[in-house]
């Protein structure tokens, strides 16, 4: 088992709809859990943390953690063509520093 | 990318030959990063130095070292360069669990 599972996609949203990314892991100790999003040729940005179960919104972003299921997602509302990219999910494993990504999701938002 | 310089951007090599990648943060970030990212694929950790004086083994170690020569810089080595190590290059620091900085990347090709 890996230890960061992301289907790769591509997914494909209309202009205007709710993205829908989602991240399993498998270390139960990870504490802080990050995305990432990466243009083509770009290298990775960070664009939302969450560290406690539940919601955290920022804008047109949504994560949403579930320690128990091992679970992470990014909800994008109001989706963009500028919301087209790669993401990364990134639990922060049992080595306080130790960052493995997963595989990311290709996110293609059509007009 | 703002805080973290790697060097250099692009590099061809031949089979067998070294190479050292550097990476310089001036952001006082304790931990440190490195990454490659083969086409289509997800970061993978290659080392990393959670403070300076120490470095650990990631996901794809073989074939590579590293110096983690002061808090500033990190440095990735790769003594006998093969095909496979074709890939790019992400030197990262990240400062807790809230901030996270990518270098521009460094585009290697070994033939």
């Known amino acids: 088992q890996k230890e960061v599972e992301q289907n790769s996609g591509p997914l494909s949203v209309p202009e205007g709809a709710i993205a829908s990314l989602n991240c399993t892991y498998s270390d139960r100790v990870s504490q802080s859990f990050f995305w990432y999003r990466q243009y083509s040729g770009k290298s990775p940005e960070l664009i939302m943390s969450?560290?406690?179960?539940g919601d955290k919104e920022d804008g047109r972003f949504t994560a949403q953690l579930n320690k128990a299921s091992q679970y992470v997602s990014l909800l994008i509302r109001d989706s963009q063509p500028s919301d087209s990219a790669t993401y990364l999910c990134?639990?922060?494993?049992?080595?306080?520093?130790?960052?493995?990504f997963g595989s990311g999701t290709r996110l293609s938002i059509r007009p | 990318n703002a805080g973290v310089t790697q060097t250099p951007k692009f590099q061809v090599l031949k089979t067998g030959q070294s190479m050292t990648l550097q990476c310089a943060q001036d952001m006082n970030h304790n931990s440190m990063y490195w990454y490659r990212q083969d086409p289509g694929m997800g970061l993978r950790l290659i080392y990393y130095s959670a403070s300076e004086g120490t470095t650990d083994k990631g996901e794809v170690p073989n074939g590579y070292n590293v110096s983690r020569l002061n808090k500033r810089e990190f440095s990735l080595r790769l003594e006998s360069a093969a095909p496979s190590q074709t890939s790019v290059y992400f030197c990262?620091?990240?400062?807790?669990?809230?901030?996270?900085?990518f270098g521009q990347g460094t585009r290697l090709t070994v033939v």
């Open positions: 969450i560290y406690s179960n």
């Open positions: 990262a620091s990240f400062l807790g669990r809230a901030e996270a900085f």
């Open positions: 990134a639990p922060q494993g049992s080595s306080a520093s130790k960052i493995i």
